[in-house]
């Protein structure tokens, strides 16, 4: 495979596409990435699920077009002295789409559910902020009642914390905290969101799933807040290929692409110069995970031996060319009151050191490991440099594995990979929405990485009051990890979205690159064909 892609402009990409029709009637269609691995909240982990799901389903607080948190189903809510509990007040008009009261009986059983053992939701680590609730769903707890979450009425939710949290308000807007109509999960299974099943409570409810093709959002009328969303249709496109996906937008077969990776690098100088093209900061960090519970990825010296043969700077120039900020670690820039702990940087005479420190001298002996990422010409990319730069500097030979989405998240939670393309972006203005991915046994750790002295720390900071001490307990945490280097951060994102600003309005760059589809809206109405 060749470490470059063939070259490609905006005019060739629009001679493949052809002349084609919009093949939708929906207000707005946007290219939302690949096909989703799933819509139930309880076991969504990648973003653009998230951005699905949270779009037909709304939680207690939610996120606007400015990526702030502002009320969602809880019209207020009041904080203890301690701060360590919450009192939300529902409202009052607040429905399924069939009618049926939203209550707080419904944010406690989708909530127990996410802590059952059994759901093995990977996200339930986001829910341990509440008391009890790491005990509950480790199974050192059985008694539910135990837990820090109490219905007192109908519409009266109180959550009781293990320390205080004083950005529990943008947690509770995170995906995996929007409740779901329990009656008919009990009633289907695992089926309760196929399109004749699902009841929503969000802006939108799901008209259809079209498998590899699209899933189609219908305004709910029943929403409490209905006036308010403009659009009566969106449908979201699935596609994994870069090309397809500018193709789409570029014949205006989309009116929007959301989905980053998708645009291929090739076309961005010339994209840069459109200004339908618009560019922004936001928390994420493009990453390589280790497989740590495998040799010789189990050796420390071969990990950092890994990642100081990755040269970043050539990662975002020839392959990225977005202007990226290359990284050394997890945590990306712009949290308040944080300061970064670097990590490794390129150095390829020490990568050589180390290898040969761990048993192998200028690659002698290295059993053959593989780079696995999910189907992308943005990914494959990266992937081919990095297996070149490790051939050239360590004189090792490294496989590629492509898989489509939902097999590559399956390979990731079962370790089912050697080292593996990843992504984060933040969910909370906070380090810890980064560095406590890796506390040990994490449903989002995906490396099998354990270090007792990281969680001491994460899990000191994680009661710790004075913001100041915190912030430099996380910062040990973080120095730790980049030592044991069971990751190797390779960029910062930069956001990219595609969209006509004078024709859509509602979407807009911001740190937690949410760009909530009940906030979009139509500035002229526009003919359906392009």
């Known amino acids: 495979m060749s470490s470059r892609l063939a070259p490609v402009s905006l005019a060739v990409l629009l001679f493949l596409a052809g002349c084609n029709s919009r093949s939708s009637d929906a207000d707005i269609i946007f290219v939302n990435g690949s096909e989703p691995q799933t819509l139930d909240p309880a076991r969504i982990s990648g973003q653009l699920e998230g951005r699905l799901a949270s779009s037909l389903f709304e939680g207690l607080t939610r996120r606007n077009a400015q990526g702030q948190v502002v009320p969602g189903v809880a019209e207020s809510w009041e904080i203890s002295a301690d701060g360590k509990s919450y009192t939300f007040h529902l409202r009052q008009n607040a429905q399924w789409n069939n009618g049926s009261p939203v209550t707080a009986e419904d944010f406690f059983r989708s909530w127990k559910r996410v802590l059952e053992p059994e759901t093995a939701s990977v996200y339930a680590e986001i829910l341990f902020f509440i008391e009890n609730a790491e005990a509950y769903q480790t199974g050192k707890l059985k008694d539910f009642s135990q837990v820090g979450i109490k219905v007192l009425d109908s519409k009266t939710l109180y959550v009781k914390l293990k320390s205080p949290t004083p950005f529990f308000p943008e947690v509770v807007a995170f995906v995996t905290y929007l409740p779901v109509p329990m009656n008919l999960v009990d009633r289907y299974g695992d089926s309760w969101i196929k399109p004749k099943n699902i009841v929503t409570n969000g802006a939108y409810q799901l008209l259809d799933w079209k498998i590899n093709d699209r899933v189609m959002l219908l305004r709910n009328e029943k929403y409490w807040d209905r006036d308010r969303v403009q659009l009566k249709r969106v449908d979201a496109l699935a596609t994994s290929q870069g090309t397809t996906a500018v193709n789409l937008y570029l014949t205006g077969q989309a009116d929007v692409l959301l989905d980053k990776g998708l645009i291929p690098p090739q076309i961005l100088s ?261």
């Open 270 to 530: 010339e994209l840069k110069q459109r200004p339908d093209f618009h560019t922004f900061t936001f928390l994420g960090t493009y990453f390589y995970r280790f497989n740590t519970t495998r040799p010789p990825l189990n050796n420390p010296l071969v990990r950092k031996a890994l990642s100081a043969a990755i040269d970043r700077r050539v990662i975002v120039e020839k392959c990225t060319r977005g202007g990226e900020p290359i990284a050394t670690s997890i945590t990306p820039p712009g949290i308040p009151g944080y300061t970064q702990a670097s990590g490794i940087t390129y150095n390829p005479t020490q990568a050589r050191r180390w290898l040969a420190e761990a048993g192998y001298p200028d690659g002698k002996g290295f059993p053959p490991i593989s780079i696995l990422y999910n189907s992308s010409q943005a990914h494959a990319s990266i992937a081919v440099e990095v297996q070149a730069m490790w051939k050239r500097e360590l004189g090792i030979s490294i496989e590629l594995r492509a898989q489509e989405w939902a097999t590559y998240l399956k390979a990731l939670d079962n370790l089912d990979y050697d080292v593996a393309r990843s992504s984060w972006v933040g969910d909370y203005l906070d380090p810890n929405t980064f560095l406590d991915l890796f506390l040990t046994n994490r449903g989002n750790n995906r490396t099998g990485w354990s270090n007792p002295h990281y969680d001491q720390l994460m899990n000191s900071a994680n009661l710790e009051s004075d913001v100041a001490k915190r912030m430099n307990l996380m910062n040990q945490a973080e120095h730790v990890l980049n030592a044991e280097a069971p990751i190797a951060p390779l960029y910062f994102y930069i956001g990219m979205l595609c969209f006509d600003a004078t024709k859509i309005g509602g979407i807009e760059g911001n740190l937690p690159d949410e760009h909530p589809i009940r906030d979009w809206y139509l500035k002229t109405k526009q003919p359906a064909q392009p």
